[in-house]
Structures are given as C-alpha cells and as structure tokens.
C-alpha cells in the first residue's frame, strides 16, 4: 500500500488526477472505476482540463461505476449517472456506449445486479478503481455489516448515509433508502486502487482503515490485503494517524 499525505484538497486531486492521468496513457482503452461524491469532483475537473489541453484521450475507455440510488432516474439531478454526466462524461469525449452505472429504475433486485456483474465480467473487470471513503468506512456503498458482500447487490443504507446525503435533497424524505453498488469482491478483484480522503471529518475513520483490523464492521479495511492500493489524502484526514 501506497500512502501519500498532501497539503489539502487541490493538492490531493492534483496527484489523484496525475495516477488516472498515467493509467489512460500507458493503456488508453482502460477499464476505470469511477466513484461519485464530493471527493473526487476536483479528480475529474483536472482531468478535464487535461483532455481540453489535448493530453487525455478519452474515446477507447470504458468505466464502470460504483453505484446507483435505486429509485432514482438518470434525469433526476441527484441519481448518479446525472452526477457523471454533469462533472466528467459531458465534458470528454467518451462514448455513451462505454459507460457503465446500474439501472435504478429497475426493480428487480436479482435482475439488475445479475445484469451488471455480466458488464464488469465481460469488460474483464476494471484496470483503476478510483474510491472514496464514507464516514463509517463503507467504499462504494457496501455499509458496515457481518460480511463483506460479494458482487453487486441491492443494500440498505446505514442511517449515518442517509443523513449525510440528506444534505442533497431539498426534503429528508426523499433521500433514497437503498442502493445498487458494486460488491467487496469485484472492487477487490481491481488489478489498482486509489483511494481518496480529505477533511477532519474523515480522520476517526482513515485511521481504521489503514491501522485497524480487517472487518467487514468497516468494510474499505479489506483493502489492506489489496496488492496495490494507493491512498492519497490531505493533512486533515492524516491528523489522527501518526
């Protein structure tokens, strides 16, 4: 594992951009995992002045998204596939057809998640998961829970998640209560992981994740046993490690 501590948010997406930035160059029809929240927003916005510069190709590469709120269309402006489209997808010249982010319209669970674990196998899986971290330490939005779920599911989200998205939504109420997300498994089958952290409000759980043990009551501590994992982070997420 990887730990790089940056002096704050615009360094840590400046060097988070610089990996993606390397893993499109060397191979340019890259699978990439994507995360949506307000940690990599910055990610993408460097990135996208790499490709107006001319230096990022965009065309030959696929992604493959963590999750999706089920319930929520991608024309509501808080479903995830609007959130990509309005801070990466529109903005690159990435072909609609390569872009992968589960359905949360369809209301078979079993259905939907059978029909996305199909994208990930037949794509091969994917070359550079890029993550977050939630405050109770789920990654994608595999909650804390007394095993580490597999592949894609339909999961119910923790209180703690749905209070900090509530923010997003103009009625509490309306804040989803599950989600479609890809599983531990598939993001541990990644052949690289780059990990995401800013603010203080992250430290508690960043400390977990890296010194504590491996469990499933924090889910993103599995990827201390991931064969390369690069953390970056900003000094207020570090400052609970020494």
Do not use: W
């Amino acid at each position: 594992m990887r730990i790089y501590q940056t002096k704050n948010y615009n360094d840590m997406c400046r060097k988070a951009a610089a990996v993606i930035f390397s893993q499109m160059i060397l191979k340019p029809d890259s699978v990439l995992g994507l995360a949506t929240g307000s940690s990599p927003i910055g990610v993408y916005q460097r990135l996208i002045e790499q490709y107006n510069k001319g230096d990022l190709d965009f065309s030959m590469v696929k992604s493959i998204n963590l999750d999706e709120y089920k319930g929520l269309s991608c024309e509501h402006d808080q479903s995830y596939y609007y959130f990509m489209n309005e801070n990466l997808f529109k903005h690159v010249n990435i072909n609609p057809d390569n872009v992968n982010i589960p359905n949360g319209m369809v209301k078979n669970n079993d259905q939907e998640c059978a029909r996305y674990n199909e994208v990930i196998r037949r794509l091969g899986g994917v070359d550079l998961q890029l993550l977050g971290l939630g405050h109770n330490g789920h990654i994608g939005f595999n909650e804390p829970d007394e095993a580490f779920a597999l592949e894609t599911h339909c999961v119910k989200l923790a209180k703690s998640t749905i209070d900090a998205n509530a923010r997003l939504f103009d009625n509490p109420d309306d804040v989803p209560r599950y989600a479609y997300t890809m599983g531990i498994k598939s993001i541990m089958q990644a052949k690289r992981v780059l990990v995401i952290v800013s603010g203080e409000g992250k430290a508690d759980i960043l400390k977990k994740v890296l010194t504590g043990p491996v469990t499933p009551h924090v889910p993103a501590s599995i990827l201390q046993m991931h064969n390369d994992v690069t953390v970056i982070g900003d000094e207020a997420a570090f400052s609970k490690i020494n």
